[in-house]
């Protein structure tokens, strides 16, 4: 395909690769280079792009989600401090938000890696479940019990606080 189509790919995706790393992360520049690096990525293998294995919004977030999963171990082993986890990195409270609902962001930095990750794809990715299970390779019906369940434990936090209390 050429460039041309990459770019009105860029302009349609941006904003859902950009919207996972937000629910992903707490750090706005983390968000915005790996972001970058997604689509420096795509661009690069753009050319072996098969839009009949998968859609353009699936195959950008599992880029964005293999850098995602490379960032936070670089993250942890840059860190060398014993029982660093990937909860706690990603949910640094001193970083600049990313534009999220201060409460949502709390809720969210309560998830494991894991729960925070689908909860990333689905809803700042805008994937729908079995778009999901084809980019974690986990069965649809794990992704949406993973999905419920974090979602249950997000709204029990949120119902907890008071809207816009401090936690």
Same mark, same amino acid.
């Given at each position: 395909?050429?460039?041309?189509d990459?770019?009105d ?18 750090? $706005? %520049?983390?968000? &915005?280079?790996?972001?970058q690096?997604?689509?420096?990525? =795509? +661009?690069r293998?753009? @050319?072996?792009y098969?839009?009949k294995?998968?859609?353009p919004s ?8 293999n850098?995602l ?9 840059s ?22 609902d201060p409460d949502?962001? $709390? %809720?969210?930095? &309560?998830?494991?890696r894991?729960d925070?990750?689908l909860? =990333? +794809?689905?809803?700042? @990715?805008d994937l729908?479940?079995a778009?999901?299970?084809a980019v974690?390779?986990l069965?649809?019906?794990?992704v949406?019990?993973i999905?419920?369940?974090s979602l249950?434990?997000m ?13």
């Open positions: 395909m050429p460039v041309r990459f770019a790919v860029y302009d349609q995706h941006v904003s859902l690769v950009y919207g996972f790393f937000a629910y992903a992360l707490r750090s $706005r %520049a983390d968000a &915005e280079d790996l972001s690096q997604t689509f420096e990525r =795509a +661009l293998a753009w @050319g072996r098969d839009h294995r998968a859609s699936t195959w950008l977030l599992a880029i964005a989600r850098l999963v490379d960032h936070l171990r670089s993250v942890r082993v860190q060398a401090v014993d029982d660093v986890s990937l909860e706690a990195v990603a949910a640094e409270p001193d970083r600049p938000g990313l534009g999220l949502l962001e $709390r %809720a969210l930095g &309560e998830l494991g894991r925070r990750e909860i =990333a +794809l689905r809803f700042g @990715g729908t479940g778009e999901i299970a974690t390779g069965s649809l019906s794990n949406q019990q999905l419920s369940r249950r434990r709204r029990a936090s949120l119902d907890a606080v008071p809207a816009g209390a401090e936690a």
